[in-house]
């Protein structure tokens, strides 16, 4: 199988930080589960808020644009 070529613009860093991203986006239910069950929920929900913050700083570095002040960035785990 030939690797997909970055698309203009775009870098492995990049690409992997977009992964990154989309995979903290997604829901997981098995680990919600367990951290409810060790009382860990409020943690793992402010740690996941934290990397995905991170994140885009590095994504905004990578693409030479000013990041948002942190008061403007979205709850990602608003829908708990």
């Known amino acids: ?43 793992l929900l402010t740690l996941q808020q934290e990397l995905v913050d991170y994140l885009l700083n590095k994504k905004h570095g990578l693409l030479g644009v000013k990041p948002a002040d942190s008061a403007q960035n979205p709850n990602y785990n608003s829908f708990t």
């Open 1 to 43: 199988m030939d690797p997909v070529p970055p698309s203009r613009g775009t870098t492995p860093r990049l690409d992997a930080i977009n992964l990154m991203l989309r995979d903290l986006h997604t829901r997981h239910d098995e680990i919600r589960h367990r951290a409810a069950f060790r009382g860990c929920t409020r943690e």
